[in-house]
């Protein structure tokens, strides 16, 4: 689904939202033959939540910009939480590990805890490097390897980055890039795993220049 929209394909579209659409039948179906519930309680489920979430539209209430709509948003929502219940708790847990980061990292942004400047998770990147750099078993190199990723993710938030679509738009410029080398050495004849590193390197310039 994610590539489908980068790519901008209508055609697929249709065809994944068809496949997203038969599997909330399907499990509506289900719960409807169970008793649990039917499609008409679905609509009115989200109908519900998106008039109460934008009083701005559906109400009286005036906002000045987006940001305001989202700390709107957000207070909505812990509204509609128990008391006791973290703002953290209903992000998906089963989200990509990247979005998931950035996605808690958005909400306690939310309540103010966050830093004052971009600069200041730049030093904190700095501190990460230089940490993972010190660690010595595996396991403090995964964690802080984890930690230095986490900060990233903070970093490409306040820059008002997706990481799951830049990470990608990385894949495919790397994809795109590397077939070219391949293709280079084809018609030169050439055996890429044989080249020094280099002759290799000199190849994936050639590449950045040719496909971006």
Not at 65 to 91: G, M, Y
Request: proline share 1%; net charge negative.
């Amino acid at each position: 689904m994610l590539e489908t929209l980068d790519k901008g394909d209508s055609e697929k579209l249709c065809d994944e939202l068809g496949d997203l659409l038969m599997q909330v039948v399907l499990h509506t179906q289900i719960a409807t033959e169970a008793g649990e519930f039917e499609l008409g309680d679905v609509l009115s489920s989200i109908n519900t939540k998106l008039i109460h979430r934008h009083p701005h539209v559906f109400g009286s209430r005036k906002v000045k910009d987006a940001e305001e709509v989202t700390l709107n948003w957000e207070v909505l929502k812990q509204e509609e939480r128990e008391a006791d219940v973290s703002i953290l708790a209903n992000v998906p847990k089963d989200m990509p590990a990247l979005g998931y980061s950035q996605s808690i990292q958005r909400r306690v942004a939310w309540v103010g805890f966050d830093w004052e400047d971009t600069e200041g998770v730049m030093d904190k990147l700095v501190e990460e490097v230089r940490e993972l750099k010190q660690a010595g078993s595996q396991e403090e190199k995964a964690a802080e390897f984890g930690d230095l990723l986490f900060t990233l993710a903070n970093i490409a938030r306040r820059l008002g980055i997706d990481l799951e679509a830049a990470l990608r738009g990385a894949n495919q410029r790397f994809y795109q890039r590397f077939t070219y080398m391949e293709e280079v050495c084809r018609q030169r004849g050439l055996n890429f795993g044989e080249l020094s590193f280099d002759e290799q390197n000199a190849l994936w310039e050639e590449a950045k220049k040719k496909v971006g």
